[in-house]
């Protein structure tokens, strides 16, 4: 079980940046923290029954709150699945092959990330999906801003060539 002192330190950590990012889903301060304090009690359920490693927290505690996120939106009819026979009524657009070419995008980046350094990861998931500001993120990490940008750089071009051997590039270039 995780300790009270590393819990704290995590929460400390960790808090800021996951409360933006369901707040961006939820879009409700207070629904917000709730969400993120439920995360944390997962975190400790989880921890009741498996070790953790430092390596898989970030993507565990960024999993749960994102799960946590859609299942409140799907309480209150905010968040709807489209069934298939809908997406595609008559006189409509058949758009299945590119949601699915986006699909299969979105999992190859978040694959890509999820086996990349952690602080490219943070600085990408800041930046891209918070939007934060180059500024913002060095400050809170603690590092030069111009380190920042060589990270997230870095990130990109190896993305980009990675995306480019499975064949995915030209999706990644209309985004």
């Known amino acids: 079980m995780i300790s009270e002192r590393r819990l704290l330190e995590i929460y400390r950590l960790h808090k800021k940046e996951l409360f933006h990012y369901i707040f961006r889903m939820i879009s409700s301060a207070e629904t917000a923290e709730d969400v993120l304090h439920d995360c944390f009690e997962r975190l400790i359920q989880y921890s009741q029954r498996y070790d953790l490693e430092d390596v898989n927290l970030r993507s565990f505690l960024y999993k749960t709150a994102h799960n946590l996120a859609v299942n409140h939106l799907q309480k209150e009819n905010r968040y709807q699945r489209v069934e298939f026979d809908d997406a595609v009524a008559p006189g409509r657009p058949d758009e299945t092959a590119a949601r699915l070419e986006l699909d299969e995008l979105n999992r190859e980046i978040y694959r890509f990330l999820g086996q990349s350094d952690p602080v490219a990861r943070s600085i990408f998931i800041m930046r891209k999906e918070q939007g934060m500001q180059v500024g913002a993120i060095a400050e809170s990490l603690g590092i030069s801003e111009k380190t920042v940008r060589r990270k997230i750089n870095g990130l990109l ?19």
Do not use: A, D, T
């Open 157 to 175: 071009e190896r993305m980009y060539e990675q995306l480019k051997k499975m064949g995915l590039l030209n999706i990644f270039l209309v985004l």
